[in-house]
């Protein structure tokens, strides 16, 4: 299971009163080239998985053209449609919002629809913003290392790009 009815409905009652991720525009900058760097090929489809307010694919149109983004959000109607294969999920700041036990779940279906890997991001500290009868917007908050444990049951981690007190960044391949 992905995701609870439960907390779909608090997902979208809170995208409907605010705009909801977009920090992850700054980063379209450097994760294309660096993705492409590390798979030394081209991509042409990368699935933003918890695309939020769509931010991502608004950045990347412009900057990368050539590349398709896809977009799967569970809390935004016409985008919680279950995802199609991707070359690259891209995964910034979500993680940390999925319900703790669905989060084996997730990983693997992260897993079955990308072709060459992704790039996960989780806040590894608590959210600014809450959810109405839920609480803080994070779920699970743990250290990078618990993260990279985690990751490690599904992927391979083949860079890490950052690892700070507040976020970590990998970019992952399928285990085989």
Known sequence: MLYTKYYQEQL????????????????????????????????????????????????????????????????ITNKDICPKKADIVICFDVL?????????????????????????????????????DVGNAHLIIQDSDWWISKFKQYFSIEHIHYNTKSHLAVFVKNNT
Request: charged residues 20%.
């Open 96 to 132: 940390e919002h999925i319900e703790p036990e669905c989060l084996d779940d997730v990983l693997s279906h992260i897993q079955s629809i990308n072709t060459y890997g992704a790039v996960l991001q989780p806040c590894l500290v608590a959210a600014h913003h809450t959810l109405e």
């Open 12 to 75: 979208r009652k809170k995208h409907s009163k605010t705009s909801w991720g977009g920090g992850v525009g700054t980063k379209v900058k450097w994760i294309i080239p660096e993705v492409k760097t590390l798979l030394s090929n081209s991509i042409t489809t990368v699935l933003d998985y918890g695309c939020g307010n769509g931010t991502f694919k608004k950045v990347c149109n412009e900057l990368f053209p050539d590349i398709s983004v896809l977009e799967y959000d569970p809390g």
